[in-house]
Structure formats: C-alpha cells, structure tokens
C-alpha cells in the first residue's frame, strides 16, 4: 500500500542516462521496442543456448530492502547470459538510508557500478536513489510501482493473445498496490481495457488512476475501477490477480485476508470470462486465498511464462538504458 505523494519525474531530461523508475518513463514506441528487442534475444538463447556478450564488462548493482526471487534470479542470470556481472546488496549489506545516506550509496554505487537495480520500500528512496545516481536506475518494485514486472506481462500477452491493443485485462483483488498502478498505467500507454474490481478502501491511489485515464484517451484504450468482481471478468482476455498482502502490508495481513475473500479467482469467475480467456499473476502467490489451485496450475495459467519473460524483458531493458543496440 503505498502511502506517500505521487511524483513522477523523469530525471533523463537533464542526465546522460535514462533512468526506469516508473513504467510512465518508456513510451508506447519504446515499449513496443523493447518487447522487440527482448523477443531476439529470447529467440536466441533458446535456439543457441546463448547470447551474445552485449554487457562484456559491465556491472550491474542489485540493492535489495526486501525479499525477491523473481527479480534476483533473472537479472543476475540476464547479466551473466549477457557476458556482464550483477552484484548483490542485501536488506543487510547497505542499510540504505539508515546505515548511510541514500545519496551517498548513489555516488558510490553508480561511480563503479554501470548500472543500478534497486528494491524499496518507498517509492521516494527509488526517486532520491536515481537523482544522485550518475548512471541509470531501474525499479525492482516499490511500494507504489512495480514497472519491470509489467514489460514481462505485457510480452506475455503479446506472445499467447498475439495482440496488446484492444484486449480486456481484469485484475481482482487489491487494487492499491504496485503492480495494479503499473498495469493501470501501461494499459493506458498501449492502448488495452484496464478495469479493477475491489472493495472500497482499496482503489488504486487516485492520481494513478487519473494519469492512466488520460493516457488511455489518447491511445483508445480505457481504465474502469468497480466493485463486483463478476462484473469485471466479463468479456476479458485475460484475468490477473495478485497477493492481498504486499510486503510491507504484514501488520493488516487478517484484515486483508477477510476484506478481500469474494475477489478470490476461482473456476466459476474464470468461466465468467472469456473462453480463451488467461489467468495471470506477477508471484509469489497464495492459492488458497487471492487464487483457487486449480486455477493457477490450470491450462489457462501463464504465471510460468510470465515469471521466465522477466529474464528476457530485463535484458532489453538494461541494453536500452545503456544505449546497446543489437
Ligand atoms: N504486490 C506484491 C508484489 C510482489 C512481487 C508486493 O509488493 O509484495
């Protein structure tokens, strides 16, 4: 649940790199760009079994306040399938901000790392980390966005719908979180039906679903927030939800179990949806509560191929913002 003031700042205008701190940072042209890109590369490793070594040399900084398996486990793979090397920094390595000051461990990281990943709590740390970071920095999820999850879910789509313009995308459940505001927002750059359902109290934070709206008027997309879950599934493409309990959200964990007990996807909802219809989440998920079992070990769970897309996305991501071409 993110709790602070909304900013977004593009720190690119004045700097030599381009930083990714919110999906709001890659245009629809770069962002269709990118799942060009990742789409190469992902062709390449599984017919060579390698890729070429882009990254020789380079050195990517991981800087974790939080758990991860997703995000550590592919861009340190990414980096290494690219020929360079990432570096782990652990909740207990830095101390980011407490231990030393965020705009110290930015001078320093970024004067020897080539390029910095980092996992916050806040989505401010991200922010401050960026704008005293000489080199670029990429979101690995905050409270308020969870930007590189959504390039992986988007390719996804593109991969299985063969299309991204015009399909209906339902999230249930929490709609407050990182990764419900950076759908929300990539669907209104590209173009696609974004619509929530959850209880009231747990909307997405305003400005988000304002930016979102207004993005998906220019592309001939639309954003929709209801409460009935049935209401949402219906005639969608895809069904996506996430946890109820975002880390960070531990102390309300009872409260969210209960509230959000009708936004479980079950099999009767997924048959609400369309018949071809996928059933998406970002991981780690809990079956039994935001998910029926049979639902994401079903045939229409891609949750598998959407956690292995992060590892390609990401490569492109980080040759983008290194201004690597293939
Ligand atoms: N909303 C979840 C995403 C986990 C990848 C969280 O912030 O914990």
Redesign the pocket.
């Given at each position: 649940m993110f709790k602070g003031t909304i900013v977004f700042i593009n720190y690119c205008n004045y700097m030599k790199y381009k930083s990714f701190l919110s999906i709001t940072d890659l245009s629809s042209r770069e962002l269709w760009n990118l799942f060009d890109t990742a789409s190469k590369l992902k062709k390449e490793i599984k017919k060579t079994g390698k890729n070429k070594e882009y990254l020789k040399n380079k050195v990517l900084a991981m800087i974790f306040e939080?758990p991860s398996l997703?995000t550590k486990v592919s861009f340190a793979i990414g980096m290494n399938q690219l020929g360079g090397h990432a570096l782990y920094l652990g909740p207990t390595d830095i101390c980011m901000g407490k231990r030393e000051s965020v705009h110290d461990v930015a001078k320093v990281t970024s004067s020897m790392a080539d390029i910095i990943m980092a996992r916050t709590f806040l989505h401010e740390t991200i922010l401050e980390l960026a704008k005293y970071s000489s080199k670029p920095v990429i979101n690995g999820?905050s409270?308020l966005q969870?930007p590189c999850?959504i390039l992986a879910d988007f390719l996804t789509i593109l991969e299985v719908k063969k299309k991204i313009v015009g399909i209906k995308i339902a999230y249930l459940g929490?709609s407050e979180?990182?990764?419900a505001h950076s759908l929300a927002l990539a669907s209104g750059i590209l173009g696609t039906h974004f619509i929530t359902a959850s209880p009231k109290g747990y909307w997405m934070n305003k400005v988000i679903t304002k930016s979102a709206m207004t993005l998906a008027k220019k592309q001939g997309g639309s954003i929709q927030e209801v409460i009935d879950p049935n209401v949402a599934v219906q005639n969608a493409d895809v069904v996506y939800t996430?946890?109820w309990?975002?880390?960070?959200?531990e102390a309300e964990k009872e409260k969210r179990l209960h509230v959000f007990q009708k936004y479980q996807v079950t099999e009767l909802l997924m048959k609400k949806a369309n018949k071809d219809a996928i059933f998406m989440h970002?991981?780690?998920a809990y079956r039994g509560n935001e998910v029926e079992t049979k639902v994401i070990d079903g045939l229409q769970s891609v949750v598998f191929q959407q956690a292995e897309n992060r590892l390609h996305v990401q490569k492109a991501l980080m040759l983008y913002l290194l201004k690597i071409n293939l």
């Amino acid at each position: 649940m993110f709790k602070g003031t909304i900013v977004f700042i593009n720190y690119c205008n004045y700097m030599k790199y381009k930083s990714f701190l919110s999906i709001t940072d890659l245009s629809s042209r770069e962002l269709w760009n990118l799942f060009d890109t990742a789409s190469k590369l992902k062709k390449e490793i599984k017919k060579t079994g390698k890729n070429k070594e882009y990254l020789k040399n380079k050195v990517l900084a991981m800087i974790f306040e939080k758990p991860s398996l997703r995000t550590k486990v592919s861009f340190a793979i990414g980096m290494n399938q690219l020929g360079g090397h990432a570096l782990y920094l652990g909740p207990t390595d830095i101390c980011m901000g407490k231990r030393e000051s965020v705009h110290d461990v930015a001078k320093v990281t970024s004067s020897m790392a080539d390029i910095i990943m980092a996992r916050t709590f806040l989505h401010e740390t991200i922010l401050e980390l960026a704008k005293y970071s000489s080199k670029p920095v990429i979101n690995g999820l905050s409270d308020l966005q969870h930007p590189c999850q959504i390039l992986a879910d988007f390719l996804t789509i593109l991969e299985v719908k063969k299309k991204i313009v015009g399909i209906k995308i339902a999230y249930l459940g929490d709609s407050e979180n990182n990764v419900a505001h950076s759908l929300a927002l990539a669907s209104g750059i590209l173009g696609t039906h974004f619509i929530t359902a959850s209880p009231k109290g747990y909307w997405m934070n305003k400005v988000i679903t304002k930016s979102a709206m207004t993005l998906a008027k220019k592309q001939g997309g639309s954003i929709q927030e209801v409460i009935d879950p049935n209401v949402a599934v219906q005639n969608a493409d895809v069904v996506y939800t996430d946890t109820w309990v975002s880390m960070g959200d531990e102390a309300e964990k009872e409260k969210r179990l209960h509230v959000f007990q009708k936004y479980q996807v079950t099999e009767l909802l997924m048959k609400k949806a369309n018949k071809d219809a996928i059933f998406m989440h970002d991981l780690p998920a809990y079956r039994g509560n935001e998910v029926e079992t049979k639902v994401i070990d079903g045939l229409q769970s891609v949750v598998f191929q959407q956690a292995e897309n992060r590892l390609h996305v990401q490569k492109a991501l980080m040759l983008y913002l290194l201004k690597i071409n293939l």
